[in-house]
C-alpha cells in the first residue's frame, strides 16, 4: 500500500506506473483517493476546531455557575452538548472514509522500480543470465513421474483416492531425497547467516491482507470454515506477520530469515491441476528466506537472495538461468521481481523453481511495521525469495541428475542426508 502523501502530491507518477503495469481501469482510484482524502482532512479540521470550541465553552460555564449565571450556563451546557453530538456524526463520517480510501489504496499497485522492464505478462520477462550449461542427453528422458514410478517413490493413485487431484504420497528414497533436499536447504541458509524458524501454518485475515493483493488471496488461499484462520500458501506469509504492528528498534536490523513450511494453494485459474506430475500441486513444502532492512539497504539484499538460490542449485548440479519479471507480471504489491529457473533436459527449456521479490515498504505499510531510527520512526522494507520449493524442485533434480541406465546420481553435497548413498538404483522397469 502506499503513501497517501504521495497520492495526495504526485498523482501523476502514481497514474504513470498503474499505467506501466497496465492496469487502466484503476486509474480513476487515484482521483477517487484525492477526493475522498480532501473530504476526510476537511472532517478531521471541522473536528479539530469543534473540540476547541467544547474546551473553550466548558471553561466559560464554570465561571457562569460561580458567578451565579444559571441559565446561561445552562445554555452553555446545551451548546456544548451540540457540539459533542456533531463531533460523533463528524467521527462517523471519517470512519466512512478512511474505510473507502483504504479499500481503494489497498488496490492501488505500488510503485515498481525504474529498472523493471515495461511487458504486459509473463512472455515480456527478460531473462539476465544463466548459471551452469544446460545439457540434452543422448538418451531419452521419461516424464519426471515415470523417473519416480522406477524407484517406487510416488503414488498418485492413492492420493487421488483419498484427496483428489493435486496431491501426491512420495515413498522411499524419493521420499528420502525431499526430504534431504529440504534439510540441505536448511543448513545451506543457516551457513549464510540466515536464522531458522518454523512459523506457524495458518494465520488470520489480517495478515493475509497485510502480505498480498485480494486478487491472489482468493486464488491462492484456503480459509478454515467457522475460524478467523487461513492456511499458507507460503512461510512467507507467517514470517512477515510476526512483526504486525511492532516497532523494531534500528540496531536490530536486519533481521535475515529462514523458514520451513508446508504450503497450500487452490492453483485456481488457467493452468488447473495436472492428474499426473507433481509441477502444479495443492500441497508441496519449501524453505523461504526473508528479510526485514532499512530501507537504502533492500535492493543489495535483494541481489544477495535470488543468488542464494542460485549457488544452491548450482551445488546440486542444476543449470539454472535468472528470469527479470515485466511490469505487467509483478503482483501489485512488489517493486522488482526476478524468477530462477530450472533447466529441464526433458523440455529442453527452463521452468520456475523460485522467486525472489522486494516489495519496498508495501508490506509493512499495511501491517504498521515500523522502525524507531535516530530520525524517528519510519517503515522497514520487506524481501522474500524461495530457497527450494519440494517436489517441484524434484523435477529438476531427477532430470538433471539421470543416468542412461535410469540410475540417480546422488550429489556429494547431499549424500550426508541420504546415508551417504552416491546414487539410487531404479528397482521397476
Not at 529440504?182 to 489480517?206: E, H, V, W
Not at 539421470?402 to 546422488?410: E, H, M, T
Request: net charge negative.
Amino acid at each position: 500500500m502506499l503513501d497517501i502523501k504521495l497520492v495526495r502530491e504526485n498523482p501523476e507518477l502514481v497514474k504513470a506506473n498503474i499505467k506501466k503495469k497496465f492496469q487502466e481501469n484503476k486509474l480513476a482510484l487515484v482521483d477517487e483517493v484525492i477526493e475522498l482524502d480532501k473530504k476526510n482532512r476537511a472532517a478531521i479540521t471541522e473536528v479539530e476546531g469543534l473540540r476547541a470550541n467544547r474546551t473553550k465553552i466548558s471553561k466559560q460555564i464554570g465561571a457562569l455557575m460561580g458567578q451565579g449565571k444559571k441559565e446561561e450556563a445552562e445554555a452553555a451546557k446545551a451548546e456544548s452538548t451540540a457540539i459533542g453530538d456533531k463531533i460523533v456524526q463528524l467521527e462517523q463520517v471519517q470512519e466512512t472514509l478512511q474505510a473507502q480510501i483504504r479499500e481503494r489504496m489497498m488496490i492501488i499497485p505500488n510503485i515498481i522500480d525504474d529498472t523493471v522492464p515495461v511487458g504486459k505478462d509473463d512472455s515480456e520477462n527478460v531473462e539476465l543470465e544463466r548459471f551452469g550449461e544446460p545439457k540434452v542427453p543422448n538418451f531419452d528422458i521419461p516424464y519426471h513421474v515415470e523417473i519416480m514410478e522406477s524407484l517406487s517413490g510416488i503414488d498418485l493413485d492413492s492420493a487421488r483416492r483419498v484427496s483428489g487431484n493435486g496431491f501426491y504420497y512420495l515413498t522411499g528414497d524419493i521420499a528420502r531425497l525431499h526430504s534431504a533436499v529440504l534439510s540441505y536447504a536448511r543448513d545451506f541458509m543457516i551457513d549464510r547467516g540466515f536464522t531458522y524458524c518454523l512459523p506457524p501454518f495458518m494465520i488470520r485475515a489480517q495478515v493475509v491482507e497485510g502480505v498480498m493483493s485480494f486478487a491472489e488471496m482468493d486464488a491462492m488461499m484456503y480459509k478454515i470454515e467457522g475460524e478467523d484462520l487461513f492456511l499458507i500458501g507460503t512461510s512467507e506469509h507467517s514470517m512477515i506477520g510476526k512483526f504486525i504492528d511492532q516497532i523494531i528498534p534500528e540496531e536490530n536490523l536486519p533481521y535475515a530469515l529462514t523458514s520451513y513450511s508446508p504450503c497450500f494453494r487452490k492453483e485456481k485459474g488457467a493452468h488447473g491441476i495436472e492428474e499426473r506430475g507433481v509441477y502444479r500441486i495443492h500441497q508441496f513444502e519449501k524453505q523461504e528466506m526473508i528479510v526485514l532492512c532499512k530501507p537504502e539497504e533492500s535492493m543489495e539484499w535483494y541481489h544477495k537472495l535470488w543468488r542464494n538460490t542460485v549457488d544452491l542449485f548450482r551445488s546440486m548440479d542444476i543449470p539454472v538461468r535468472t528470469l527479470e519479471c515485466c511490469s505487467g507480471d509483478l503482483a501489485d504489491l512488489k517493486v522488482k521481481s526476478v524468477d530462477v529457473e530450472a533447466w529441464s533436459p526433458r523440455q529442453q527449456k527452463y521452468f520456475e523453481v523460485g522467486s525472489c521479490s522486494t516489495l519496498g515498504d508495501a508490506q509493512a505499510r499495511r501491517l504498521k511495521i515500523r522502525v524507531n531510527g535516530k530520525n524517528g520512526k519510519y517503515f522497514a522494507h520487506t524481501l522474500n525469495n524461495t530457497v527450494v520449493a519440494s517436489p517441484r524442485m524434484l523435477i529438476a533434480f531427477l532430470e538433471n541428475n539421470l543416468q542412461a541406465d535410469g540410475s540417480i546420481k546422488i550429489p556429494e553435497v547431499l549424500r550426508p542426508y541420504m546415508g551417504g548413498k552416491e546414487i539410487l538404483i531404479p528397482n521397476k522397469k
